[in-house]
């Protein structure tokens, strides 16, 4: 009886915790992804990147990273370029990093990649301007800065590798990417 209700109770309690999970994430994040879009394919001027922070947050900017089931760009124009669980740009990074751009797949990567890495330059235009408003212990402005500037960096390597065909260079771009991700969020991320 008492395990019945414990059981009951929890039960309860994850499908609340469920309903409330599936209500943040909800999967329209349209306005945020369009506007990063424009500025990725406007090329994102800083002043751009500037005024679009001011009309949105960091939680649906950073969910522009997901696949597009949950909220994000995805990878190519649509599902089904990269396997189901790699249509994330945060699920496609590392394995980049690993093994770069087989041969065979060149041709068909070099437009999606391109467009991956505008949009991240694009996400760290805007989030250049998302960092604290003041110094608060680890969690500096001057870190926030250093790491969005080595996702900006990144981004724009990888844009180069590809646009110049130096396809071994793509592995080092997606690494500075990947190490911009998990630095800012080990200290910024709660
Ligand atoms: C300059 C700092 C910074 C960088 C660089 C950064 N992030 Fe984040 N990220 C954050 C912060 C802060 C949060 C927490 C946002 C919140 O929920 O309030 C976050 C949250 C996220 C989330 C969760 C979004 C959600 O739905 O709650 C994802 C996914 C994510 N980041 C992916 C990435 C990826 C992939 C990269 C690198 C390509 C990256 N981030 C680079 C600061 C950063």
Redesign the pocket.
């Known amino acids: 009886m008492k395990f019945m209700r414990v059981t009951a109770f929890g039960l309860a309690l994850a499908m609340l915790a469920a309903g409330t999970g599936l209500a943040?994430?909800g999967k329209d994040n349209k306005k945020t992804l369009e506007a990063l879009d424009a500025l990725a394919k406007a090329g994102n001027t800083a002043e751009a990147g500037k005024k679009a922070a001011g009309d949105l947050?960091?939680?649906?900017v950073?969910?522009a990273?997901?696949p597009r089931a949950?909220?994000?760009f995805g990878v190519g124009a649509k599902a089904g370029l990269v396997p189901a669980n790699q249509d994330?740009?945060?699920a496609v990074?590392p394995n980049l990093q690993k093994k770069g751009v087989a041969k065979s797949d060149e041709a068909k990567m070099a437009e999606p990649l391109t467009e991956l890495a505008h949009r991240?330059a694009a996400?760290?235009a805007v989030?250049a301007h998302?960092?604290p408003e003041k110094d608060q212990g680890v969690k500096t402005k001057k870190k926030?800065a250093e790491?969005?500037e080595?996702?900006k960096e990144?981004a724009e390597s990888l844009a180069s590798a590809i646009k110049e065909k130096k396809w071994a260079d793509v592995k080092k771009a997606a690494g500075k990417?990947?190490s911009?991700?998990s630095?800012?969020?080990s200290v910024?991320?709660?």
């Not at 947050?57 to 649906?60: A, G, H, L, Y």
């Open positions: 943040f994430q947050d960091i939680e649906s950073m969910r990273f997901k949950k909220g994000g994330g740009i945060e990074l991240v996400i760290a989030t998302m960092g926030w790491f969005n080595m996702m990144g990417m990947n911009s991700c630095e800012c969020h910024f991320r709660d």
